[in-house]
């Protein structure tokens, strides 16, 4: 439904956790994807699922519960089977008499509610939490999808010695037959994929050694080991995958990609599969591709708002290449489609040079690069001029042709997109040069260069003001006048992030426009250095100023703006960041 339940955003706007043009935004959301205000304001990131919640509890006079900090008796999830409360995004709390309370997200889901009251043929009364919780707590309480973890049925593999039919297997690396269509084996591959989208992981790594098998998650951006399946299990495992993904699975010597279409839960997910031959077998990465995560806006992106304004004003150019440049896994992808989603209208033709396409936009033409048939960006980019496209996006610049066909087509009056592999911003100009671009061309044809990093996000629930030691400050270039003014914090640990104290990952960022001065100095053939000075003094922030922004406001901690970003002679932190 995409209706406003009750007035409970009355009370939202009343707080100031909304405002009134994010709620229409909110509410236009639910209407055009039929789906509830509430799941809007909480997956456009105005309002958490507990501001959301509180606000609906309130409203209909119901009590809110914080399910980190209840313990839930074994009798009382006992009276609820759990099929029931899976289906029904349900979950027991207590009881009294001929009444239970269980807890739900909506409070007006009266149909859920007297099928409840007829299932367990009692009074049944309400009390309310985030639908993203309950569900937490239903693998809590109730163990993870379909009543098993892929870690328990590991230690099932492990205790269990499992018979393969030889005559539908296919033999394993260690020569043992295996049958990679075996139920257990269907079962543990789901349940691998299955535990990885409700951890919130971005990779799965599938990694052979010589005596056992790791198998790590990718969880905002730390590999996080798992139990270990039997190293008998690595073919059937292989094959399984191979199967799912359309691979050879008689070829182990080369390198193979494919994709994996699955549904968990009500989420479809695409996987990109890498398969690549090691010493003791073959190595998997299954990525796991979100449509979700293409869906923030340019304001979701975490800019500072100096940052947003001047980005904003970039992609608004009707010409010239913007370039985003970061390691892999920085977010570069999220941000450049972001940055399309939010220029995306009828009047506009947009054209995409992708290797691969990760995400399908709505409304854009996507074009893949096939290396086989000679189908590169430059080949792509001189047929997509002929289209009369207004912006164009080029996956990566990565050699002479690509970046000159990239900038040919900026300078014909096309607004380019791309990305590029170098630490900070301002080498950007330097790596164009090095593939062979002349300097005058970078300098008429470049108009920003966008640095980024991803850093983990403080838990919500768990965290806590924290002030570091005056040597940590002295460290970290913080002067102790602007730390007594901080919002400092870090995550004490909980169920809801793991007992990790981060939950979720956030940019920080580092924008270079091209100025009139910053332009002359790449005409002229300076420095990465010197254009990196001048553009601080024209009011760029470093990677690590920016980081650093986030840390004094209490979004992340100064060891996660450590781990991706360091920190030079021309960082200097005042009191306004």
Do not use: W
Not at 41 to 48: D, E, N, P, T
Not at 119 to 130: E, F, G, Q, S, T
Not at 209 to 232: A, K, M, N, Q
Not at 317 to 343: D, W
């Amino acid at each position: 439904m995409a209706t406003r339940m009750g007035d409970y955003t009355e009370l939202l706007l009343r707080r100031g956790v909304v405002s009134l043009d994010q709620l229409s935004e909110a509410e236009r959301m639910a209407r055009e994807n039929n789906k509830k205000v509430a799941d809007c304001l909480v997956q456009l990131q105005y309002a958490s699922g507990e501001e959301v919640m509180r606000a609906m509890a309130e409203h209909n006079k119901l009590d809110y519960i914080d399910l980190s900090e209840v313990s839930i008796p074994e009798h009382i999830i006992e009276l609820v089977p759990e099929s029931v409360a899976r289906e029904n995004g349900i979950l027991p709390m207590s009881e009294d008499d001929d009444s239970l309370v269980v807890i739900m997200s909506d409070p007006l889901d009266m149909e859920t509610i007297e099928k409840l009251r007829f299932i367990l043929n009692r009074r049944v009364d309400v009390a309310l939490a985030p639908d993203e919780s309950i569900q937490e707590a239903i693998n809590k309480y109730y163990g993870q999808v379909e009543g098993e973890s892929a870690d328990s049925m590991l230690q099932e593999f492990t205790d269990t010695a499992i018979d393969f039919t030889e005559t539908e297997g296919s033999t394993a690396e260690g020569g043992e037959i295996v049958d990679e269509n075996s139920a257990p084996i269907v079962r543990l591959v789901h349940l691998m994929i299955s535990e990885a989208v409700q951890l919130r992981a971005s990779d799965i790594h599938v990694e052979p050694f010589e005596e056992y098998i790791r198998i790590r998650y990718r969880i905002d951006g730390v590999l996080v080991e798992r139990d270990s399946p039997p190293r008998r299990l690595l073919g059937a495992i292989l094959s399984r995958i191979k199967i799912l993904s359309k691979l050879d699975i008689a070829e182990r010597r080369r390198p193979q990609d494919g994709r994996i279409k699955v549904t968990v839960g009500e989420k479809e997910l695409d996987l990109r599969v890498s398969v690549i031959p090691t010493n003791h077998g073959q190595s998997v990465v299954m990525r796991l591709l979100d449509k979700d995560n293409i869906k923030v806006g340019v304001r979701q992106l975490g800019f500072a708002e100096t940052t947003f304004k001047q980005f904003t004003q970039l992609i608004k150019r009707p010409n010239g290449i913007l370039l985003v440049t970061g390691p892999t896994g920085s977010g570069k992808t999220t941000t450049l489609y972001a940055a399309l989603n939010f220029l995306n209208r009828p009047d506009r033709k947009i054209i995409t040079a992708e290797d691969p396409v990760e995400y399908y936009l709505p409304g854009i033409n996507q074009c893949e690069t096939r290396h086989s048939i000679g189908l590169d960006f430059a080949r792509i980019i001189r047929a997509m001029l002929r289209q009369a496209p207004n912006i164009i996006l080029v996956g990566e610049m990565r050699d002479n042709e690509t970046a000159s066909m990239g900038i040919q087509a900026s300078l014909t009056g096309h607004l380019v997109f791309s990305t590029l592999h170098t630490n900070d911003a301002p080498s950007a100009i330097t790596r164009m040069t090095d593939m062979g671009v002349p300097g005058y061309l970078v300098a008429s044809s470049v108009i920003g260069i966008l640095a980024q990093r991803l850093v983990r996000v403080i838990c919500s629930r768990c965290k806590q003001k924290y002030v570091p030691s005056d040597t940590v400050l002295e460290d970290a270039g913080i002067p102790l006048e602007v730390a007594k003014n901080a919002d400092m914090a870090r995550g004490k640990g909980c169920n809801y992030c793991q007992k990790k104290g981060y939950r979720g990952r956030m940019g920080i960022y580092e924008l270079m426009a091209v100025t009139s001065k910053v332009r002359e100095m790449i005409f002229g053939g300076v420095s990465t250095a010197e254009i990196r000075k001048v553009a601080i003094s024209q009011g760029m922030d470093t990677l690590y100023v920016d980081g650093v922004r986030k840390v004094l406001n209490g979004v992340t901690t100064l060891e996660e703006v450590y781990r991706v970003a360091k920190r030079t002679e021309q960082d200097l932190i005042t009191g306004d960041q």
